[in-house]
């Protein structure tokens, strides 16, 4: 399929050569892409004709190549470009779309009504978006959208198929929302043995030890500092630096839970605030009953760890309001195509920023999954560390009890597979999976695995072979792409962590918690750069793996299992469960300043 593609892309390249009027127009639709919906999706009803849907169009870019270079240039600690980051201009020309394909796609769009007026277009004009009503487009992509239901009750509108005229399949990648039938899933969970209100936090010292004693049962800002070695370090560039949480599916991050956690947990800061950005209308609710276990978990570890670091909020994508009517036009949203498109218009972009939310990668569309990745090329060489958890299912699916994971691939062969998670997979983005306790062990819910999607990247060549050098011959075989993008990057604390919900001290952890902890370090590393009067460090893994090896503490205990399996195990150097180790911030401002 994807050579199938490739090819008809050389011969339209071909064709570039000629002018756009002799490229013959045969309107006949051809189907671009089909999909079997993934597991768990029920087909409800037909969407309604007259409700709305927004539509991303991706055209075909002229070099991304060049910018995937570029990229790998300024992130390299030995190249001349380390840290000369790109524009959105710079940007423009690597990934601008071929005029001809401009004129081929502004004409069909022309064909049928579309005016310059009712579109938008990214800066490099290689996205299109445009909102019409799902009846025509229906008719102009030969299809017919349907609302489907999750078995956990989530509806999305969706198509499983869509169409084109077939001289346009070399120049329109792809049109979302169609066949991404997203699961996104916020990685926070609640340990129900945990939920009562965590004791009181005392701070009886350990002999010999550099971290509380109280830090085996509840994780707190300063143990996060003491632990990972950054106590006592005083931004000094808050007027350049910034650090930004991502939000989508309705999770509000609460402000006065954040003054609240600051009071506990620190002392002698003033009043929380942080920017809350709105993604197309989602508004960061601040009801007190609105506020969200992962959003608030996410801005009160990272803003709290770098503070007083300006904070960032974005609201993306909120669960739509329900309404008993059969033709509601439910969520035909594509969360982070909204959030990205909007982003990566601003001047300034905060310099550090985590999410921690994830699809099982399988059941994202691999069109959709290598656009949006390459979106996350563009944020990395715009300067900024894009980070990622890892996921919550060991090497299995997001199901937390690995015993009922199931691991079938989602094509129509049911094999099975280890399932890692996307976007961590994507190899522009730092992937973080989870620790716990001191002497720190791997969680054992650790995301960790091998895409199937991305190819290895070379700047983790060499860790990850070592690493499969080890393996016992013929381990998993079949069930992981040896050949893959490796999960994660790194690790840090992902359990017992005590933030303030909805007015109430709790307990929580996932991934979820190892990602804000480890940009909120991240933004630190960057507020030491910025004040050194160096660019921040944009994309970080190139140099992670090339100089930060010693930089980090090599976790060695545990395992991650998932599908039936007792997963990978915690070994010396980088592995496929805490990745290169957890960070020591004193050592990482050597390597990074
Ligand atoms: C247009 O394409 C369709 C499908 O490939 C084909 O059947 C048809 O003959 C073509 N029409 C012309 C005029 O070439
Ligand atoms: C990246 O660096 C290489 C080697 O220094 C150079 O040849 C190449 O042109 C650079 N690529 C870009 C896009 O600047
Ligand atoms: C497109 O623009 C033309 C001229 O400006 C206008 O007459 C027409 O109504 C527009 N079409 C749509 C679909 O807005
Ligand atoms: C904010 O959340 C509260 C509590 O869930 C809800 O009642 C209210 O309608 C929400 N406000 C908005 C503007 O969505
Ligand atoms: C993990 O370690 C155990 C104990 O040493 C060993 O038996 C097992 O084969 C290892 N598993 C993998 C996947 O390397």
């Known amino acids: 399929m994807k050579l199938f593609l490739l090819s008809l892309y050389l011969l339209t390249a071909i064709s570039f050569a000629v002018a756009a009027d002799l490229v013959p127009r045969n309107l006949t639709l051809q189907v671009k ?24 169009i991706a055209l075909y870019q002229q070099d991304f190549a060049g910018l995937e270079n570029s990229l790998y240039n300024i992130s390299d600690p ?57 009846s025509r487009a229906e008719r102009i992509l030969g299809t017919e959208y349907y609302q489907w239901q999750h078995t956990d009750g989530d509806i999305l509108v969706r198509a499983t198929a869509y169409s084109l005229p077939q001289y346009l399949h070399g120049h329109i990648e792809l049109i979302q929302p169609t066949t991404m039938f997203r699961r996104t899933k916020h990685r926070a969970r609640l340990y129900p043995e945990e939920l009562e209100v965590a004791d009181s936090v005392t701070t009886v010292n350990q002999p010999n030890k550099r ?59 003033k009043q929380a605030e942080f920017k809350s950005i709105s993604v197309y209308g989602t508004v960061n609710n601040q009801s007190v009953a609105a506020a969200g276990e992962e959003a608030n978990l996410d801005t009160q570890f990272a803003f709290g760890i770098s503070y007083p670091t300006p904070g960032t909020f974005w609201s993306t994508g909120g669960t739509p309001p329900w309404l008993p009517d059969d033709h509601t036009p439910t969520d035909s949203n594509e969360p982070y195509l909204d959030w990205l498109d909007l982003v990566l218009r601003s001047k300034h972009i905060p310099q550090t ?23 996350f090329a563009e944020l990395g060489s715009r300067g900024v560390s894009v980070i990622f958890a890892s996921g919550d299912g060991g090497v299995g699916d997001g199901n937390s009890d690995p015993s009922t994971q199931q691991c079938d691939t989602n094509d129509r062969k049911h094999s ?52 499969l050098g080890k393996l016992r011959h013929g381990t998993y075989d079949g069930l992981f792409n040896h050949l893959g993008r490796a999960i994660p990057d790194v690790s840090a604390q992902s359990r017992k962590f005590q933030i303030v919900w909805q007015g109430k001290r709790i307990t929580i952890g996932g991934t979820s918690a190892a990602a804000p902890t480890f940009a909120g370090l991240v933004a630190l590393l960057n507020d030491a750069r910025l004040a ?36 990978f195990n915690a070994t010396t150097g980088w592995d496929p469960v805490t990745g290169l180790g957890t960070p020591d911030f004193k050592k990482l401002l050597k390597v990074c300043v």
């Not at 001809?100 to 064909?111: K, N, P």
């Not at 085996?216 to 500092?225: S, V």
């Open 416 to 467: 099975r597979s280890f399932l890692p998670g996307f976007p961590a997979s994507c190899p522009y983005v730092t992937a973080v999976g989870g620790t716990t306790g001191i002497p720190e062990v791997a969680a054992t819910f650790s995301g960790g695995g091998f895409s199937d999607y991305f190819p290895r990247p070379a700047y983790q060549d060499q860790a990850v072979n070592s690493y």
């Open 78 to 134: 030995d190249h001349a470009h380390y840290g000369a980051h790109l524009s959105i201009e710079d940007i423009a020309k690597f990934v601008a779309p071929h005029p001809m394909t401009l004129t081929l796609v502004d004409e069909w769009l022309a064909s049928h009504g579309i005016n310059e007026s009712d579109i938008v277009r990214s800066p490099a004009k290689d996205w299109i978006t445009l909102t019409l009503p799902v």
């Open 33 to 56: 892409e089909d999909v079997k919906p993934p597991r768990g999706w029920a087909r409800l009803r037909r969407a309604h004709p007259s409700g709305n849907i927004r539509l991303r």
């Open 353 to 375: 920023i985590s999410t921690s939310y994830a699809d099982d990668e399988q059941t994202v569309p691999f069109t959709y999954a290598d656009r949006v990745c390459k979106l």
């Open 211 to 269: 971290v509380d004693y109280s830090c085996q049962n509840a994780i707190t800002l300063r143990c996060i500092m003491q632990l990972y070695n950054a106590v006592g370090y005083k931004p000094r560039a808050t007027k350049k630096n910034g650090i930004g949480i991502t939000g989508f599916l309705g999770q509000n991050a609460n402000a006065k839970d954040l003054n609240s956690f600051y009071h506990e947990q620190l002392p002698g800061a």
């Open 532 to 567: 050194a009067g160096r660019p921040t460090l944009g994309f970080l893994n190139p140099l992670l793996y090339k100089q930060g090896e010693h930089a980090f503490n090599d976790i060695v205990k545990g395992m991650n299992p998932g599908c039936g399996t007792p997963g």
